[in-house]
């Protein structure tokens, strides 16, 4: 983060200045009072449960200046800013530190699944040939994003961030602050469809990414997709398709698989080009179809594109492969466990199969938030699971139990189910078997990195 006055902040957020000196330099800004320091600037948001107000003492004992939404207890030193409303204080200091970045190229992620994953391989191939800033982790939300921001700096030529949203309105604030000049859509899937009711309404709202765009802009769209495809060539800016058919303005043809290593062909207006990721499946393919075209639209050739590529590596718990030795039996494990819809886990089920070589054997919990929909969803996920071949079903969960049926109806042979983490390892570590490859996924919520970390744990022991 650039420096700016306490002064400065209070100016760009409206607020007034209760106590403590205007000049104080601020270098950092901080939600997490455990993460604040000297020049920092501490954000409390009141949550559901805790209000972090609560924390303001402690925060200023670190030297610490603080946003409030209440009066400054009497006799304080250091600077409290006063606001009406913490959370919408801190996306317009970020809306306000963004805009110290006329220039910058901008680039936002956003999609029902596939999000985090895009804007590495994006910012992979980015980095072949610029200084790149990328969201840390998957910090997408109205606090999470707001606080990127501050990750830019001067050096910086061009910027990827990830963009989620849950409910109608978010992504209106999110763009407000961030102002992308480039789009991603990667995909309108069935996540949050509880809330916003429709896929329609999920298309709409996150096309609201596109709020800011001018005669510049450009939305880089998922061709595969149909209601993404009906968009294209509709909007009052430049769209590219991309996607593994061969009506996109970008697709992949030839795609081979060598170990954890993809290769294929990007065909486009601009002619044939093969290139090699370190990532396995279809989806990845297009991940890397699109930076590629993000990556050449922002004017760098295809060696640097290549270089960059070669660099990508999956999140923590996103389809992370590890290779276990437990006793005397090779286990290969996808850790897929930080978040689940059902279009991400079929996907994750096509790459279970595609590279195990021994038994494979699914280890599926709830997805969430799915609304009436739900029962349906997770059927077809067992479905599908059946109809491609997997070996083994555990299925986790109480809406799970709908996956075990739609596996078990259509003749999956070997289906569990499991009312704890804790019941599914042990029902697990029963059934694995030299060569055996486990995926491990469910909603953020059901913790199915547990059994990761358990099947890790267990194996180094044995090891």
């Known amino acids: 983060m650039q420096k700016m006055t306490v002064e400065e902040i209070t100016s760009v957020v409206g607020g007034q200045l209760l106590c403590g000196d205007p000049q104080t330099v601020i270098t950092n800004v901080q939600y997490d009072s455990r993460e604040v320091g000297e020049g920092s600037l501490f954000v409390p948001i009141k949550g559901e449960k805790v209000d972090a107000h609560k924390f303001i003492p402690q925060c200023m004992e670190k030297g610490a200046a603080t946003f409030t939404e209440y009066d400054a207890p009497e006799g304080a030193g250091k600077p409290y800013i006063k606001v009406g409303d913490t959370r919408l204080a801190l996306q317009k200091l970020a809306a306000g530190y ?247 886990t079929k996907v994750s089920l096509d790459v279970l199969k595609s590279i195990g070589k021994g038994k494979t054997v699914a280890v599926l919990a709830d997805m969430l938030e799915l609304g009436e929909q739900s029962a349906k969803l997770h059927y077809g996920v067992g479905e599908h699971l059946a109809k491609i071949g997997v070996d083994c079903l555990i299925a986790t969960g109480e809406l799970s139990r709908n996956t075990a049926k739609g596996a078990q109806e259509n003749g999956c042979p070997d289906v569990t189910t499991a009312d704890s983490n804790e019941q599914a390892f042990e029902i697990l570590e029963a059934k694995l078997s030299d060569a055996c490859t486990v995926l491990v996924k469910g909603s953020r919520g059901m913790h199915t990195d547990e059994i990761c970390s358990k099947l890790i744990a267990q194996s180094s022991s044995r090891s």
């Open 98 to 344: 963004r805009s110290g970045f006329p220039a910058l190229k901008l680039a936002g992620v956003t999609g029902s699944v596939g999000k985090t994953s895009t804007k590495e391989m994006i910012a992979a191939a980015l980095s072949g040939g610029l200084v790149v800033m990328k969201t840390s982790g998957n910090k997408n939300s109205q606090i999470g994003m707001p606080m990127t921001m501050f990750d830019i700096a001067p050096e910086h030529q061009a910027a990827v961030i990830e963009m989620g949203m849950s409910e109608f309105g978010e992504m209106d604030r999110l763009c407000d602050v961030s102002r992308p000049n480039i789009a991603v859509m990667t995909n309108i899937g069935n996540a949050h469809i509880e809330n916003l009711k429709t896929r329609e309404n999920i298309r709409s709202e996150k096309l609201k990414i596109t709020k800011h765009f001018d005669n510049e802009g450009i939305l880089f769209l998922n061709g595969d997709d149909e209601l993404l495809r009906e968009l294209y060539g509709r909007q009052p800016f430049r769209t590219v398709s991309f996607g593994i058919k061969d009506n996109n303005d970008y697709y992949a043809k030839d795609i081979d698989t060598e170990g954890f290593s993809t290769e294929f062909t990007c065909v486009s207006r601009d002619g044939e080009r093969r290139f090699v990721i370190p990532a396995l499946g279809v989806h990845s393919v297009c991940n890397a179809l699109v930076a590629i075209a993000v990556a050449r639209f922002l004017g760098l050739d295809d060696d640097k594109i290549q270089i960059g590529l070669r660099t990508y590596k999956n999140a923590p718990m996103r389809q992370q492969i590890h290779s276990l030795t437990c006793g005397d039996m090779d286990i290969t494990l996808i850790d897929d466990s930080y978040n689940a819809s059902p279009e991400a």
